[in-house]
């Protein structure tokens, strides 16, 4: 499958878990997704940590404002309704609980539910930015990734080994091949990748896998 | 009562040394003009607070470039490859504060606390070394305030009593930052007279202000 079908899957998954109503945080990269598979009868308000409630799509050729942007840094518009503040407040919302969803990229997630995203050590260190934040206060935390990496390595592991953006903090983990929820008992594949099999999955993760009854697909 | 100042005489009361916070998230709600007078001077050695380091040549990322910052407190230097090559070749020192623990830990400072318990970053290496609490089952660690002799913030109006409001998500670290210096200086594109500003938009209170620099003055 063309990567961006993939990318397209994944954020229709997750879209999926969503609610009418819901404040969502999503992170740089494949999680902005998200925002382009949210069904038309329903609203999602987007909160993005640089200081918006209601960020928008991105605006026009032209109409861009450098003081409307994502945390990426790219341009985005407010929808009516929208609310600006500062950071202060921003990060109470998160921590507080008050956001319903943050959707993350990761490097590695484990079967604790931990997430590493921050650093390779002697790599690649952008930081932390506001994602230790988010993992530690919104209510639903779901890692968006692949499955494996770029040597067909499992990315779901059984102990994360890179320095950990959350401890135990993750609910839900959605691929390019499965959609596997986080659960006091483990890991639980909810729904497999069309054009996989259970088989396929169980065989590219390192973690272990609780498989119920009934497995459910998507696409 | 803050004092209206040029851009030149704010960046001269710094020193060789000194702590600074500069506010923005990704130059939106960057002093930049203050950026570029300080880097017109001769001053060093700086230690840096701030949400990013922007980029290389936008926002903050102009201190680093000019090589005028020695170490940060920082979130996020992913956008800025010169803040990568310099920490990495071990020539700038750094600490990776969680974004928003970095506003708890300046607002600390600002609002005479002594620190706040955090439950961001518990089982991580951000917890390391740090003495803890449990409070209602859960987990916190202590984290202290963070504090500077100067704070360099942006807003889109000021009065001259200092009350400011900010354009729209340039707002960020601005207000936090306005309390946790000493010093608080302020860049702005307008000045108005006192009691244009209607007292339900003010944002940040003109108490926490100390100079006003109106951009390119």
């Known amino acids: ?219 | 009562m803050p004092q209206i100042i040029t851009g030149k005489q704010a960046a001269m009361m710094l020193r060789d040394n000194d702590r600074i916070m500069v506010s923005g998230f990704l130059v939106s709600g960057c002093p930049e003009y203050l950026m570029e007078c300080i880097v017109a001077t001769d001053v060093k050695n700086l230690h840096l607070v701030g949400i990013s380091t922007d980029y290389d040549d936008r926002g903050v990322g102009k201190l680093i470039t000019a090589e005028k910052v020695k170490s940060l407190q920082v979130s996020h230097i992913g956008t800025n490859k010169t803040t990568q090559a310099l920490y990495k070749s071990g020539k700038l020192d750094i600490e990776f504060v969680p974004q928003g623990i970095l506003m708890e830990r300046i607002r600390a400072a600002g609002a005479g606390l002594g620190g706040i318990f955090s439950p961001v970053g518990v089982g991580t290496d951000v917890a390391e070394g740090k003495e803890t609490l449990e409070e209602n089952g859960r987990k916190f660690i202590l984290e202290r305030p963070i504090r500077a002799r100067v704070s360099f913030i942006k807003a889109k109006t000021a009065d001259k009593l200092g009350n400011l409001v900010y354009s729209k998500m340039s707002r960020n670290s601005n207000p936090v930052m306005a309390m946790g210096s000493e010093i608080t200086i302020v860049e702005v594109d307008e000045i108005v007279e006192t009691g244009e500003i209607d007292p339900e938009k003010v944002v940040t209170p003109g108490i926490f202000v100390d100079y006003i620099v109106r951009k390119g003055e």
Not at chain 1, 58 to 85: H, K, Q, V
Not at chain 1, 110 to 126: F, H, R, T, Y
Not at chain 1, 173 to 189: C, F
Request: aromatic share 6%; with cysteine; charged share 20%.
């Open chain 1, 1 to 219: 499958m063309e990567k961006q079908n993939k990318r397209d899957m994944i954020c229709r998954r997750i879209a999926s878990e969503l609610k009418d109503g819901d404040y969502c945080n999503l992170g740089i990269g494949l999680p902005t997704g998200v925002a382009d598979h949210i069904p038309s009868d329903m609203r999602v308000y987007f909160q993005s940590e640089n200081g918006i409630l209601g960020a928008g799509p991105r605006p026009e050729s032209g109409m861009e404002d450098p003081d409307l942007i994502n945390a990426g840094g790219g341009p985005i518009t407010a929808i009516p309704g929208a609310s600006y503040f500062d950071s202060f407040w921003s990060f109470s919302m998160i921590r507080g609980g008050h956001v319903d969803m943050t959707v993350l990229g990761a490097l590695q997630v484990d079967q604790e539910g931990s997430i590493a995203n921050w650093m390779i050590p002697g790599k690649l260190v952008p930081g932390i930015g506001g994602a230790m934040d988010l993992v530690s206060g919104a209510r639903q935390v779901v890692a968006a990734m692949e499955h494996t990496d770029k040597y067909g390595k499992s990315k779901i592991l059984k102990k994360c080994n890179l320095p950990l953006t959350g401890h135990r903090v993750l609910t839900m983990i959605v691929t390019d091949m499965a959609a596997i929820k986080v659960t006091d008992e483990g890991l639980v594949l909810v729904d497999v990748a069309e054009g996989f099999t259970v088989e396929d999955v169980i065989k590219a993760t390192d973690a272990d896998l609780i498989i119920p009854d009934t497995v459910g697909l998507f696409n």
